[in-house]
């Protein structure tokens, strides 16, 4: 049965049951099709609801009135009364079966979800793929966690620990990358072959309770605490199993236990550099898709994707000057954004939001244009000039807080623009589904209190070090 005949259905049954007149082998079928979608439970749970209120105000009003047949009011009322129990009974079931739909974990198989974030305390999202909140259903996602801890449980039972800072990128039921920072992971008894992959190779579990930390240089730090855990080094194949309360330093050539790995401390070979949009020749700009309807404030950067009105819709461009950076190799950069209210447009209006951010390298000796007059870009990009650096996911409702974009395409921007002029550029890719949405807003160089879009640049000090392409997942 299609879906529109499963509603139509679903509706028809309803309808019967808050009459009376649904019979008894149809209750089951009309508490299936209602279990089957929250939208319909929801469905359920209002009508039902506003048919018992109306169900007692018709009890009320008559109770009001003087009446020549009581008996026959008296059978009314009690049938109508039923009718109420039964609705309101019901209603509750559902209210109290939407509850649990929501916060079960293994609420249905028709999606591509297979685990749960199932606890966060203090996190702080860098940014994701996907909207973080407790009880959110986990597919495919790249998760970056600045700081707390979140705890994910798999639907085969495995769970996954997050301590931030840390990036991990959940491939499948059975399959997780680490980038960096630390999980703790413990698998059900009985269950082998969870594997979580590092810059420098694989962890297959065989059982077990282990921790892994992945260093700035991509070194991973392997402790099993029950069980075993087999390693193996991507470029060598060298492969070790390592046993309960064991552990050892999963390295780009070799597997070494810990007393013969010393640490090199990132101070001794890295310099973090930030440049700002006001530095040099840098600036920064919002645009207006229609310049003659620009309105918003100066001191922050608006984007928006408009559902009907287009000539409200706004990007962001960034300029940023790479001039002043030493000539040693770039190893990792990061743009950082803070967002803030714009007072413009109602949060509530617009959903879940994804971003892309375009980047570009200008020649630093040619005449670069104001940004004021940059022409407006139209969506999608397809243009030699510029390349998809990242794409970052605003939950709805969230206007405040800093967004930290690490990918290894901003890298690659970075080394090909060092001692040069690169250019960001910022879309919304989501466009609002009620007008009068939401203008989110991130603050400029000029905001009084806040900071502004800022590049993070670390290069090596060691003078022997090359430009290595960053990890690519």
Same mark, same amino acid.
């Given at each position: ?15 019967? *049951? ?26 359920? $749970? ?17 109770? $009001? ?5 009581p008996e026959n009011q008296t059978t009314n009322a009690s049938s109508t009364g039923q009718k109420v129990a039964l609705a309101v009974g019901l209603t509750a079931t559902l209210l109290v079966a939407l509850g649990l739909w929501k916060t $079960? ?94 810059p420098n190779g694989r962890l297959t579990d065989q059982g077990t309770s282990f921790g892994v930390s992945v260093k700035p240089a991509g070194e991973a730090m392997v402790e099993v605490f029950d069980g075993k855990v087999d390693l193996e ?78 000539? *409200?819709?706004r990007q962001i461009r960034l300029r940023f000057d790479l001039r002043g950076l030493e000539n040693q190799p770039i190893q990792l950069g990061s743009l950082q954004l803070t967002a803030t209210p714009s007072g413009l447009g109602f949060a ?68 090909? $623009? ?56």
């Amino acid at each position: 049965m299609k879906p529109q005949d499963d509603d139509a259905r679903f509706r028809d049954l309803r309808d019967a *049951f808050l009459d009376g007149r649904l019979k008894e082998d149809e209750a089951s079928e009309l508490e299936s099709l209602t279990m089957a979608s929250e939208k319909r439970v929801r469905e359920f $749970s209002e009508v039902a609801g506003l048919h018992g209120e109306l169900c007692l105000l018709g009890i009320e009003g008559r109770d $009001s009135l003087a009446s020549n047949e009581p008996e026959n009011q008296t059978t009314n009322a009690s049938s109508t009364g039923q009718k109420v129990a039964l609705a309101v009974g019901l209603t509750a079931t559902l209210l109290v079966a939407l509850g649990l739909w929501k916060t $079960s974990p293994v609420r249905t198989s028709a999606d591509n979800t297979f685990a749960v974030l199932e606890t966060t305390v203090e996190c702080l999202w860098q940014t994701s793929t996907i909207p973080l909140i407790e009880g959110q259903r986990l597919g495919e996602a790249r998760l970056q966690l600045a700081s707390g801890f979140a705890s994910l449980r798999f639907d085969n039972q495995t769970q996954v620990n997050l301590e931030g800072p840390a990036e991990l990128h959940i491939i499948d039921a059975m399959h997780c990358r680490l980038a960096s920072g630390t999980v703790v992971v413990t698998v059900r008894d009985g269950m082998r072959g969870f594997v979580v992959d590092t810059p420098n190779g694989r962890l297959t579990d065989q059982g077990t309770s282990f921790g892994v930390s992945v260093k700035p240089a991509g070194e991973a730090m392997v402790e099993v605490f029950d069980g075993k855990v087999d390693l193996e080094v991507r470029e060598t194949g060298q492969t070790q199993r390592l046993t309960e309360r064991s552990s050892a330093w999963l390295l780009p050539q070799q597997i070494l236990p810990p007393s013969d790995y010393n640490v090199p401390n990132d101070t001794d070979f890295r310099q973090m550099t930030q440049i700002i949009t006001a530095q040099g020749l840098g600036a920064d700009q919002w645009i207006q898709r229609d310049p003659n309807e620009r309105k918003g404030p100066e001191d922050l950067l608006l984007v928006k994707k408009s559902d009907e009105l287009h000539e *409200f819709d706004r990007q962001i461009r960034l300029r940023f000057d790479l001039r002043g950076l030493e000539n040693q190799p770039i190893q990792l950069g990061s743009l950082q954004l803070t967002a803030t209210p714009s007072g413009l447009g109602f949060a509530s209006r617009t959903p879940d939001s994804t971003f892309s951010v375009y980047g570009r390298t200008l020649d630093p000796d040619t005449d670069l244009a104001p940004l004021t007059a940059t022409p407006w870009i139209a969506p999608p990009i397809d243009n030699s000039d510029w390349s998809l650096v990242h794409r970052f996911v605003i939950p709805k409702g969230v206007q405040s807080g800093a967004h930290v974009i690490e990918s290894p395409q901003l890298v690659e921007l970075l080394r090909r $623009s060092q001692n040069g002029i690169i250019e960001l550029l910022i879309v919304r890719d989501t466009q609002e589904t009620l007008g009068g949405g939401l203008v989110h807003a991130f603050a400029s160089s000029r905001h009084e209190t806040l900071p502004g879009p800022t590049l993070r640049i670390w290069q090596s000090l060691d003078n022997n070090a090359t430009n290595q392409s960053p990890n690519k997942d």
